[in-house]
T-cell receptor, first 116, second 113 residues
Framework: AQSVTQLGSHVSVSEGALVLLRCNYS??????LFWYVQYPNQGLQLLLK??????LVKGINGFEAEFKKSETSFHLTKPSAHMSDAAEYFC??????????????FGSGTRLLVRP | NAGVTQTPKFQVLKTGQSMTLQCAQD?????MYWYRQDPGMGLRLIYY???????DKGEVPNGYNVSRLNKREFSLRLESAAPSQTSVYFC????????????FGPGTRLLVL
């Protein structure tokens, strides 16, 4: 069965500092991996996703993530944090359901705080 | 485009009351989903509909029922609300089930007293 672990429920960085949000997954099939962001009182929106091909994936707002199969990781990074990056971030893996269709399995989320 | 819309935005129920959460999408997507979000637990799938005419249980289906009314609409019903169902409910849709990007609605905040 697929699962996702996000290390750290809260991460605090200074404005301009590197952002690193960690995600590890387990999957019995080649995974599709996603990062979603949720701003306060809003729904989730896609930041980036990995399906196949290049393991370094670039997303919106300067974020990127690298798929590392040997480490079963898909960590999210951004070189320089901005105040507007403060939000909750969810890692997700796509896995098979009981009827051979696929569904998303989410991690518990990491809240990013950006200090001035 | 409106994307995914949900009604109502906020609802207060008493234990034992019933209600239906409505969701509609205008992106011609085949698959639709209902999630609940609770602090520290991420999003958990309640039910999903891979295509019009089909529905399947997700991770936490107990106490809920769904109806895929047509390709656009997917409703979630609480027959007898319980305080444990206090949560934020999100509807989402995608072109196909699972592998494709899911697009989320703004959510419904439900408080069961």
């Amino acid at each position: 069965a697929q699962s996702v672990t996000q290390l750290g429920s809260h991460v605090s960085v200074s404005e301009g500092a590197l952002v690193l949000l960690r995600c590890n997954y387990s999957s019995s099939v080649p995974p599709y991996l996603f990062w979603y962001v949720q701003y306060p009182n809003q729904g989730l929106q896609l930041l980036l996703k990995y399906t196949t091909g290049a393991t370094l994936v670039k997303g919106i707002n300067g974020f990127e993530a690298e798929f590392k199969k040997s480490e079963t990781s898909f960590h999210l990074t951004k070189p320089s944090a901005h105040m507007s990056d403060a939000a909750e971030y969810f890692c997700a893996v796509s896995g098979p359901s009981s009827r051979s269709s696929y569904k998303l399995i989410f991690g518990s989320g990491t809240r990013l705080l950006v200090r001035p | 485009n409106a994307g995914v819309t949900q009604t109502p935005k906020f609802q207060v129920l008493k234990t034992g009351q019933s209600m239906t959460l409505q969701c509609a999408q205008d992106m011609n997507h085949n698959s639709m989903y209902w999630y609940r979000q609770d602090p520290g637990m991420g999003l958990r799938l309640i039910y999903y509909s891979a295509s019009e005419g089909t529905t399947d249980k997700g991770e936490v289906p107990n106490g809920y029922n769904v109806s895929r009314l047509n390709k656009r609409e997917f409703s979630l019903r609480l027959e007898s609300a319980a305080p444990s169902q206090t949560s934020v409910y999100f509807c989402a849709s995608s072109v196909l089930a699972g592998m494709e990007t899911q697009y989320f609605g703004p959510g419904t905040r439900l408080l069961v007293l």
